[in-house]
């Protein structure tokens, strides 16, 4: 369907009524097995989708499908743990419902994590990747359709949708947690099925560096209405054709819990420091 303006204010009318006052500031999206942030909130008020008018719910593996209002790292937070995705047969705008709820409700800065295939032959499962900028070749543009001038203007600028200076932020405080941060560009791709060796090694050629098949959406519509944006990639697995072994969720679940420690200490440290 088509959201009109009226649709994304019910959503976030119904969202303050829950809150009694609390008024978020940086919303993050968890990506597959990278919840359990959102679990160690202070002060947890937990909205499954399901409740909020016009949310779908998250049915891929390794998604809660909650919204954690509280306080992570002293800053006022909404988190998202997990994500809705275009392969789960959702529209794209249904998709990036959730961010444009949470920039009405007065987040200004989005964290934006994944789990995804390594394309770099520098790359190895387990490695942290900073997002530097993106590619996107398929499916049509989430702000398809009728632009809402409330968030921003019909043709938005996509020069620097990673915001820069959050991008400084994270080296540094990977640099201060002694952190072998990558970076590199994501590629987007809708699955669900795994990428071919052959569409690798076309990312490859592209200059992406890891690919998924999500996060590109959001972050399109979070630099429509103006958000700042800090992206960060989890190697889970290097992708189709790098190496001789095949590929499998279970392997992206496992590296997501195995990197628990070092990614939780990146992403808690660049939100104190805002």
């Not at 369907?1 to 994304?8: E, G, I, Q, S």
């Not at 049915?59 to 937070?77: C, I």
């Amino acid at each position: 369907m088509n959201f009109t303006y009226a649709h994304y204010q019910e959503s976030a009318a119904f969202l303050r009524a829950k809150l009694g006052g609390f008024q978020p500031q940086v919303a993050m999206v968890l990506g597959s097995g990278l919840g359990y942030l959102g679990d160690v909130v202070e002060n947890p008020i937990v909205v499954p989708y399901g409740d909020i008018p016009h949310f779908k719910h998250s049915t891929a593996p390794g998604h809660k499908g909650q919204l954690v209002f509280g306080t992570l790292a002293g800053k006022p937070v909404a988190v998202m743990q997990g994500r809705m995705h275009h392969y789960e047969g959702y529209s794209l705008q249904e998709v990036v419902y959730a961010i444009r709820v949470l920039r009405l409700m007065g987040c200004a800065t989005l964290f934006v994590t994944n789990a995804a295939g390594g394309v770099n032959w520098k790359f190895k499962a387990g490695d942290l990747m900073l997002i530097t900028d993106q590619i996107k070749l398929f499916l049509e543009s989430p702000l398809r359709g009728e632009n809402l001038p409330e968030f921003g203007p019909r043709f938005p600028d996509s020069s620097y949708l990673y915001t820069p200076a959050l991008q400084d932020l994270a080296r540094k405080q990977a640099r201060k947690l002694d952190l072998d941060l990558k970076e590199g560009v994501y590629m987007y791709f809708p699955g669900p099925q795994y990428e071919t060796p052959a569409e690798i090694r076309m990312a490859r050629s592209l200059g992406a560096d890891a690919v998924g098949m999500s996060t590109v959406p959001e972050v399109i519509v979070a630099g429509h209405c103006g958000m700042e944006i800090l992206g960060f990639t989890l190697v889970s697995n290097m992708a189709a054709g790098v190496l001789p072994q095949p590929l499998s969720e279970q392997e992206v679940l496992d590296a997501a819990e195995a990197a628990r420690e070092k990614f939780s200490a990146l992403v808690l440290a660049c939100l104190e420091a805002l």
